[in-house]
Protein backbone atom coordinates (compact mmCIF):
# COMPACT_ATOMS: atom_id res chain seq x y z
CA UNK A 1 0.00 0.00 0.00
CA UNK A 2 1.06 3.56 -0.81
CA UNK A 3 2.82 5.34 2.66
CA UNK A 4 2.74 8.63 3.14
CA UNK A 5 5.75 8.86 4.55
CA UNK A 6 7.62 8.67 1.07
CA UNK A 7 6.64 12.51 0.40
CA UNK A 8 6.92 13.86 3.69
CA UNK A 9 9.85 11.55 5.24
CA UNK A 10 12.03 10.01 2.39
CA UNK A 11 12.81 13.22 0.32
CA UNK A 12 13.85 15.43 3.28
CA UNK A 13 16.10 12.77 4.78
CA UNK A 14 17.59 12.74 0.94
CA UNK A 15 17.91 16.61 0.88
CA UNK A 16 19.49 16.75 4.47
CA UNK A 17 21.88 13.36 3.72
CA UNK A 18 22.89 15.90 0.39
CA UNK A 19 23.58 18.86 1.97
CA UNK A 20 25.61 16.77 4.82
CA UNK A 21 27.70 15.32 1.91
CA UNK A 22 28.21 18.69 0.07
CA UNK A 23 26.55 16.95 -3.08
CA UNK A 24 23.39 19.52 -3.03
CA UNK A 25 24.01 22.88 -4.89
CA UNK A 26 20.79 24.25 -3.22
CA UNK A 27 20.93 23.66 0.42
CA UNK A 28 17.55 23.66 2.23
CA UNK A 29 17.27 26.73 4.89
CA UNK A 30 14.71 25.82 6.53
CA UNK A 31 13.77 22.07 6.67
CA UNK A 32 10.60 22.04 8.51
CA UNK A 33 9.33 24.48 6.25
CA UNK A 34 10.09 22.20 3.55
CA UNK A 35 8.78 19.00 5.48
CA UNK A 36 5.34 20.64 6.69
CA UNK A 37 5.07 22.04 2.42
CA UNK A 38 5.61 18.11 1.12
CA UNK A 39 2.74 17.02 4.02
CA UNK A 40 0.30 19.89 2.93
CA UNK A 41 0.43 18.54 -1.12
CA UNK A 42 -0.11 14.89 0.45
CA UNK A 43 -3.15 15.70 2.67
CA UNK A 44 -4.57 19.00 2.11
CA UNK A 45 -6.21 18.68 5.49
CA UNK A 46 -2.47 18.59 7.08
CA UNK A 47 -2.54 22.32 6.59
CA UNK A 48 -5.65 23.18 8.51
CA UNK A 49 -5.12 21.05 11.34
CA UNK A 50 -1.51 22.65 11.75
CA UNK A 51 -2.58 26.09 11.05
CA UNK A 52 -5.33 25.37 14.09
CA UNK A 53 -2.35 23.95 16.53
CA UNK A 54 -0.29 27.51 15.56
CA UNK A 55 -3.70 29.58 16.27
CA UNK A 56 -4.27 28.00 19.44
CA UNK A 57 -0.32 28.50 20.84
CA UNK A 58 -1.37 32.10 19.74
CA UNK A 59 -4.51 32.14 21.75
CA UNK A 60 -3.28 30.57 25.07
CA UNK A 61 -6.83 29.90 25.48
CA UNK A 62 -7.38 28.44 29.13
CA UNK A 63 -9.21 25.40 28.63
CA UNK A 64 -11.89 23.59 31.10
CA UNK A 65 -12.26 19.79 30.99
CA UNK A 66 -14.83 18.33 32.68
CA UNK A 67 -14.57 15.12 33.24
CA UNK A 68 -11.06 14.68 35.33
CA UNK A 69 -12.00 11.35 36.44
CA UNK A 70 -11.64 10.39 32.86
CA UNK A 71 -7.93 8.83 31.61
CA UNK A 72 -8.19 10.03 28.64
CA UNK A 73 -9.42 13.33 29.14
CA UNK A 74 -6.43 13.36 31.56
CA UNK A 75 -4.21 12.51 28.77
CA UNK A 76 -5.69 15.99 26.44
CA UNK A 77 -5.59 18.37 29.55
CA UNK A 78 -1.78 17.56 29.79
CA UNK A 79 -1.31 16.74 25.88
CA UNK A 80 -2.85 20.94 25.65
CA UNK A 81 -0.81 22.28 27.99
CA UNK A 82 2.33 20.71 27.29
CA UNK A 83 1.98 21.58 23.54
CA UNK A 84 1.83 24.95 24.44
CA UNK A 85 -1.19 25.48 23.71
CA UNK A 86 -2.10 27.16 27.15
CA UNK A 87 -3.35 26.07 30.69
CA UNK A 88 -5.43 23.38 31.26
CA UNK A 89 -8.17 23.36 33.95
CA UNK A 90 -9.50 19.61 35.38
CA UNK A 91 -12.63 19.22 36.92
CA UNK A 92 -12.23 16.34 39.78
CA UNK A 93 -11.12 15.79 43.30
CA UNK A 94 -7.41 16.11 43.44
CA UNK A 95 -6.47 12.37 45.05
CA UNK A 96 -8.67 11.03 42.03
CA UNK A 97 -6.83 12.97 39.10
CA UNK A 98 -3.81 12.54 41.24
CA UNK A 99 -4.18 8.42 40.89
CA UNK A 100 -5.31 8.62 37.48
CA UNK A 101 -2.41 10.13 36.30
CA UNK A 102 -0.51 7.80 37.92
CA UNK A 103 -2.15 5.03 36.63
CA UNK A 104 -1.79 6.60 32.90
CA UNK A 105 1.89 7.00 33.90
CA UNK A 106 2.08 10.68 34.22
CA UNK A 107 2.41 10.80 37.61
CA UNK A 108 5.29 13.97 36.97
CA UNK A 109 2.16 15.68 35.32
CA UNK A 110 0.32 15.89 38.67
CA UNK A 111 1.69 19.20 39.84
CA UNK A 112 1.03 20.29 36.12
CA UNK A 113 -2.31 20.16 36.34
CA UNK A 114 -4.62 22.91 38.44
CA UNK A 115 -7.57 21.03 39.68
CA UNK A 116 -10.97 22.62 40.41
CA UNK A 117 -13.78 21.44 42.01
CA UNK A 118 -17.21 22.66 43.97
CA UNK A 119 -15.42 22.37 47.25
CA UNK A 120 -12.40 24.64 46.01
CA UNK A 121 -13.67 27.03 44.30
CA UNK A 122 -15.01 30.46 46.40
CA UNK A 123 -17.38 31.19 43.44
CA UNK A 124 -20.00 29.03 44.32
CA UNK A 125 -22.57 31.07 45.87
CA UNK A 126 -22.60 33.63 42.92
CA UNK A 127 -22.44 30.09 40.68
CA UNK A 128 -25.14 29.01 41.90
CA UNK A 129 -27.64 32.67 42.27
CA UNK A 130 -26.86 32.90 38.34
CA UNK A 131 -27.91 29.36 38.39
CA UNK A 132 -31.13 30.20 39.93
CA UNK A 133 -31.92 33.23 38.38
CA UNK A 134 -31.90 31.29 35.03
CA UNK A 135 -33.72 28.76 36.39
CA UNK A 136 -36.62 29.71 39.12
CA UNK A 137 -39.41 29.75 36.60
CA UNK A 138 -38.55 26.26 35.23
CA UNK A 139 -39.57 24.19 38.53
CA UNK A 140 -35.98 24.41 40.29
CA UNK A 141 -35.78 25.39 43.77
CA UNK A 142 -32.57 25.99 45.44
CA UNK A 143 -31.69 22.82 46.99
CA UNK A 144 -31.76 21.84 43.11
CA UNK A 145 -29.85 24.94 41.73
CA UNK A 146 -27.33 23.29 44.79
CA UNK A 147 -27.29 19.83 43.54
CA UNK A 148 -26.35 21.00 39.72
CA UNK A 149 -24.27 23.41 40.51
CA UNK A 150 -21.88 21.64 43.19
CA UNK A 151 -22.43 17.63 42.64
CA UNK A 152 -22.55 18.09 38.41
CA UNK A 153 -19.60 18.18 36.67
CA UNK A 154 -20.69 19.59 33.71
CA UNK A 155 -22.90 22.26 35.12
CA UNK A 156 -20.48 23.12 37.39
CA UNK A 157 -18.01 23.38 34.18
CA UNK A 158 -20.12 25.69 32.26
CA UNK A 159 -20.26 27.80 35.10
CA UNK A 160 -16.92 28.27 35.12
CA UNK A 161 -16.96 29.02 31.76
CA UNK A 162 -19.55 31.73 32.06
CA UNK A 163 -17.73 33.28 34.91
CA UNK A 164 -14.97 33.95 32.59
CA UNK A 165 -13.15 31.29 34.91
CA UNK A 166 -11.59 29.73 31.52
CA UNK A 167 -11.65 30.74 27.98
CA UNK A 168 -13.22 26.93 26.67
CA UNK A 169 -14.52 23.55 28.06
CA UNK A 170 -14.71 20.17 26.82
CA UNK A 171 -17.01 17.92 28.25
CA UNK A 172 -18.71 14.71 26.98
CA UNK A 173 -16.06 12.03 26.92
CA UNK A 174 -17.69 10.16 29.48
CA UNK A 175 -21.92 10.56 28.71
CA UNK A 176 -23.96 10.93 26.15
CA UNK A 177 -24.05 14.15 23.90
CA UNK A 178 -27.97 15.02 24.17
CA UNK A 179 -27.46 14.14 27.89
CA UNK A 180 -24.60 16.54 28.40
CA UNK A 181 -25.71 19.58 25.90
CA UNK A 182 -29.21 19.48 27.78
CA UNK A 183 -27.49 20.03 30.69
CA UNK A 184 -25.20 22.90 29.28
CA UNK A 185 -28.29 24.49 28.45
CA UNK A 186 -28.91 25.40 32.57
CA UNK A 187 -26.01 27.51 31.64
CA UNK A 188 -26.17 28.63 28.44
CA UNK A 189 -28.79 29.18 25.29
CA UNK A 190 -27.57 26.17 23.01
CA UNK A 191 -30.74 24.61 21.68
CA UNK A 192 -32.21 24.92 18.41
CA UNK A 193 -34.23 27.84 18.88
CA UNK A 194 -30.99 29.70 20.09
CA UNK A 195 -29.34 29.13 17.04
CA UNK A 196 -27.07 26.24 18.20
CA UNK A 197 -26.07 23.96 15.07
CA UNK A 198 -23.93 21.00 15.31
CA UNK A 199 -21.28 20.70 12.98
CA UNK A 200 -19.13 17.47 11.89
CA UNK A 201 -16.58 17.42 9.72
CA UNK A 202 -15.27 14.07 7.99
CA UNK A 203 -11.30 14.44 6.53
CA UNK A 204 -11.13 12.16 4.20
CA UNK A 205 -8.56 11.38 0.90
CA UNK A 206 -7.31 14.50 1.27
CA UNK A 207 -10.79 16.12 1.31
CA UNK A 208 -12.99 17.72 4.06
CA UNK A 209 -16.58 17.53 3.96
CA UNK A 210 -19.07 19.08 6.88
CA UNK A 211 -22.25 17.39 7.77
CA UNK A 212 -25.02 19.26 9.90
CA UNK A 213 -26.71 19.31 12.22
CA UNK A 214 -25.55 16.19 14.05
CA UNK A 215 -26.14 17.57 17.57
CA UNK A 216 -29.27 19.85 17.37
CA UNK A 217 -31.82 20.27 15.03
CA UNK A 218 -33.79 17.00 15.35
CA UNK A 219 -36.32 17.87 12.06
CA UNK A 220 -35.22 21.44 10.90
CA UNK A 221 -38.00 23.86 8.69
CA UNK A 222 -36.50 25.01 5.72
CA UNK A 223 -35.55 28.10 7.82
CA UNK A 224 -33.51 26.46 10.28
CA UNK A 225 -32.10 24.24 7.17
CA UNK A 226 -30.89 27.87 6.17
CA UNK A 227 -30.15 28.82 9.12
CA UNK A 228 -27.41 25.77 9.56
CA UNK A 229 -26.04 26.14 6.35
CA UNK A 230 -25.06 29.67 7.56
CA UNK A 231 -23.66 28.86 10.71
CA UNK A 232 -22.22 25.81 8.44
CA UNK A 233 -20.21 28.11 6.09
CA UNK A 234 -19.09 30.06 9.12
CA UNK A 235 -17.11 27.19 10.56
CA UNK A 236 -16.10 26.03 7.65
CA UNK A 237 -14.16 29.72 6.87
CA UNK A 238 -12.78 29.50 10.33
CA UNK A 239 -10.94 26.60 8.63
CA UNK A 240 -9.84 28.02 5.72
CA UNK A 241 -12.09 26.48 3.73
CA UNK A 242 -14.42 28.45 1.08
CA UNK A 243 -18.02 27.09 1.72
CA UNK A 244 -20.25 25.22 -0.87
CA UNK A 245 -23.10 24.04 0.67
CA UNK A 246 -25.31 21.42 -1.02
CA UNK A 247 -28.95 20.77 0.77
CA UNK A 248 -29.14 16.97 0.39
CA UNK A 249 -32.26 14.81 -0.75
CA UNK A 250 -33.20 12.03 -2.15
CA UNK A 251 -34.54 13.76 -4.60
CA UNK A 252 -32.28 16.32 -7.32
CA UNK A 253 -34.38 19.54 -8.16
CA UNK A 254 -37.53 18.91 -8.05
CA UNK A 255 -37.44 15.06 -8.94
CA UNK A 256 -38.61 12.97 -7.58
CA UNK A 257 -41.88 15.21 -6.43
CA UNK A 258 -42.12 14.77 -1.92
CA UNK A 259 -43.27 16.73 0.09
CA UNK A 260 -40.44 15.58 2.39
CA UNK A 261 -37.96 16.78 0.14
CA UNK A 262 -39.72 20.24 -0.23
CA UNK A 263 -37.87 22.19 2.54
CA UNK A 264 -34.63 21.01 0.99
CA UNK A 265 -35.73 22.55 -2.21
CA UNK A 266 -37.33 25.53 -0.22
CA UNK A 267 -33.82 26.85 1.75
CA UNK A 268 -32.11 28.02 -0.96
CA UNK A 269 -34.86 30.27 -1.87
CA UNK A 270 -34.33 31.48 1.75
CA UNK A 271 -30.85 31.76 1.62
CA UNK A 272 -31.30 33.79 -1.67
CA UNK A 273 -33.85 36.38 0.48
CA UNK A 274 -30.85 36.68 2.72
CA UNK A 275 -28.22 37.71 0.27
CA UNK A 276 -25.74 34.60 1.62
CA UNK A 277 -22.08 35.42 0.77
CA UNK A 278 -21.59 31.74 -0.42
CA UNK A 279 -22.11 28.43 -2.70
CA UNK A 280 -25.25 26.97 -1.88
CA UNK A 281 -27.87 24.84 -4.17
CA UNK A 282 -30.63 22.20 -3.71
CA UNK A 283 -32.09 20.14 -3.83
CA UNK A 284 -29.63 17.50 -4.49
CA UNK A 285 -28.76 13.88 -3.89
CA UNK A 286 -25.08 12.92 -2.30
CA UNK A 287 -23.44 11.81 -5.42
CA UNK A 288 -24.61 14.99 -6.92
CA UNK A 289 -23.21 17.10 -4.52
CA UNK A 290 -20.08 14.89 -4.41
CA UNK A 291 -19.16 13.54 -7.77
CA UNK A 292 -18.24 16.42 -10.70
CA UNK A 293 -19.00 14.19 -13.07
CA UNK A 294 -23.51 13.76 -11.72
CA UNK A 295 -23.30 17.31 -11.07
CA UNK A 296 -22.13 17.98 -14.87
CA UNK A 297 -25.52 16.64 -15.39
CA UNK A 298 -27.38 19.75 -14.06
CA UNK A 299 -25.45 22.50 -15.92
CA UNK A 300 -27.80 25.17 -13.97
CA UNK A 301 -26.82 23.98 -10.61
CA UNK A 302 -24.99 26.98 -9.43
CA UNK A 303 -21.91 25.24 -7.33
CA UNK A 304 -18.79 26.11 -9.05
CA UNK A 305 -17.19 22.68 -7.65
CA UNK A 306 -18.22 19.85 -5.49
CA UNK A 307 -20.01 20.64 -2.19
CA UNK A 308 -18.02 20.83 1.40
CA UNK A 309 -20.96 21.34 3.25
CA UNK A 310 -23.86 18.83 3.57
CA UNK A 311 -27.29 19.79 4.63
CA UNK A 312 -29.20 16.86 5.81
CA UNK A 313 -33.06 16.89 5.90
CA UNK A 314 -32.85 15.33 9.93
CA UNK A 315 -30.11 14.88 12.96
CA UNK A 316 -30.87 11.32 12.36
CA UNK A 317 -30.18 11.02 8.47
CA UNK A 318 -26.89 13.14 9.57
CA UNK A 319 -25.45 10.64 12.11
CA UNK A 320 -26.21 7.65 10.07
CA UNK A 321 -24.00 9.61 7.37
CA UNK A 322 -21.49 10.51 9.38
CA UNK A 323 -20.99 7.02 11.43
CA UNK A 324 -21.29 5.11 7.52
CA UNK A 325 -18.39 7.41 6.38
CA UNK A 326 -16.21 6.29 9.84
CA UNK A 327 -17.05 2.99 9.97
CA UNK A 328 -17.58 2.24 6.04
CA UNK A 329 -14.60 4.33 4.60
CA UNK A 330 -12.21 5.02 7.38
CA UNK A 331 -13.10 8.77 7.52
CA UNK A 332 -11.35 11.00 10.22
CA UNK A 333 -14.02 12.58 12.40
CA UNK A 334 -13.90 16.16 14.02
CA UNK A 335 -17.41 16.83 16.09
CA UNK A 336 -19.62 17.65 16.06
CA UNK A 337 -18.74 21.02 16.37
CA UNK A 338 -21.05 23.25 18.57
CA UNK A 339 -21.78 26.41 16.69
CA UNK A 340 -24.07 29.65 17.92
CA UNK A 341 -23.18 29.39 21.05
CA UNK A 342 -21.82 32.60 23.61
CA UNK A 343 -18.89 30.60 24.59
CA UNK A 344 -16.74 28.04 22.91
CA UNK A 345 -17.93 24.78 24.03
CA UNK A 346 -16.98 21.00 22.30
CA UNK A 347 -18.73 18.13 23.44
CA UNK A 348 -16.71 15.11 22.54
CA UNK A 349 -18.59 11.26 22.02
CA UNK A 350 -17.70 9.03 24.55
CA UNK A 351 -15.82 6.62 21.99
CA UNK A 352 -12.87 9.94 21.73
CA UNK A 353 -9.45 8.94 21.99
CA UNK A 354 -7.13 11.33 24.11
CA UNK A 355 -6.07 13.09 20.39
CA UNK A 356 -9.54 13.44 19.38
CA UNK A 357 -10.43 15.41 23.00
CA UNK A 358 -7.31 17.22 22.20
CA UNK A 359 -8.20 18.08 18.88
CA UNK A 360 -11.87 19.54 20.20
CA UNK A 361 -10.12 21.37 23.18
CA UNK A 362 -7.74 23.14 19.92
CA UNK A 363 -11.04 24.05 18.32
CA UNK A 364 -12.87 25.39 21.65
CA UNK A 365 -9.65 27.62 21.72
CA UNK A 366 -9.28 28.62 17.61
CA UNK A 367 -13.29 29.77 18.63
CA UNK A 368 -14.69 27.73 16.05
CA UNK A 369 -18.00 27.64 16.05
CA UNK A 370 -18.40 30.90 18.08
Known amino acids: PF ?22 RRPIIDMERYTNMLKGRMDPTYQII ?35 FGKAIVVGRD ?20 VMNAAKTEHLATYK ?30 LMLAHGHGDGLVTGATRKAAYVLNLINHVFDARAEDGAVGIT ?34 V ?24 RAEKMHLAPE ?10 YDGEMTADVALNPEAMARYPFCRLTGPANILVMPARHSASI ?34 NDILNMAVLAANKVGG
Open 201 to 234: ALLIKGRIVFVADTLVHEWPDEYDLADIAQRAAA
Open 321 to 354: SVKMMQELAGATVIGPILAGVSKPIQICSTSSTA
Open 270 to 279: ILDARNADFE
Open 95 to 114: NDVAEKLEAAGLADAVSELE
Open 3 to 24: DPRLISVVPPAVAQAGMDSGVA
Open 236 to 259: ARSLGVEPRVAFTSFSTFGYPVSE
Open 129 to 158: EFLYKRLQRKGFDRHDIHRLAARDRHVFSA
Open 50 to 84: RSLNARARAAQATMIFAEGDDPHVLRAAVAYQRNG
